[in-house]
């Protein structure tokens, strides 16, 4: 459903299980991550009342998110961590070449957006599946099917904006550079990388 070309390692999950407190601090700050990217989105591309309106949405999703990550690691009696960088983001970013019209730069936002939420969803499920802390366990499962909607909602966006075939094509493209950026990938405690 996902349309991943490289699934990620399951001894990945064996990696995330020897530092839980790493993959939630990291996982904290992608949900604020996509928060942001929604708000910078609502602040970028204005005159898409639509898209507006989808993002508000998403912030205040992306932020309970963000609390329940957080509420997770307080009652572990852990504290949230700093900031990480994101390579697997950092990396894909380059993709996709900078300017271009308004049209393109959007369209290439909401291809970074589905692929990233896409890939997100991907390891929730993983982790829903295989990690032996139940609760966590539980905790993955219900932020799955989340993650899933936010994937189709930006490539429907992207769909909607930009030319259909074009847009298609890109997708299939970037989806082939993500898989050669994940055989790279998948051997650190964080959600993405």
């Known amino acids: 459903m996902l349309g991943l070309k490289l699934p990620t390692d399951p001894r990945w999950v ?31 591309f204005p005159e898409h009342t639509e898209l507006v309106q989808a993002m508000t949405a998403l912030v205040k999703e992306e932020m309970s998110h963000f609390k329940m990550v957080h509420d997770h690691i307080i009652a572990r009696g852990w504290i949230l961590g700093r900031e990480r960088k994101d390579q697997y983001v950092i990396a894909l970013m380059n993709f996709f070449p900078k300017g271009g019209s308004r049209e393109t730069q959007l369209v290439h936002r909401l291809l970074y957006a589905a692929l990233i939420e896409a890939r997100s969803c991907e390891r929730f499920r993983l982790l829903s599946e295989n990690i032996q ?48 950026l994940m055989k790279t990938l998948g051997k650190q405690e964080t959600m993405h990388g």
Do not use: P
Not at 15 to 33: G, M, P, R, S
């Open 14 to 44: 064996n990696i995330v299980e020897k530092n839980i407190e790493e993959i939630l601090t990291d996982h904290a700050y992608c949900e604020q991550k996509a928060a942001s990217t929604a708000i910078s989105l609502i602040v970028t």
């Open 133 to 180: 802390d139940r609760e966590l366990a539980e905790f993955y499962r219900n932020l799955m099917a989340s993650e899933a909607n936010h994937y189709t909602m930006f490539l429907s966006f992207a769909r909607q904006y930009g030319n259909r075939e074009d847009v298609d094509k890109k997708w299939q493209d970037l989806l082939e550079y993500e898989a050669d």
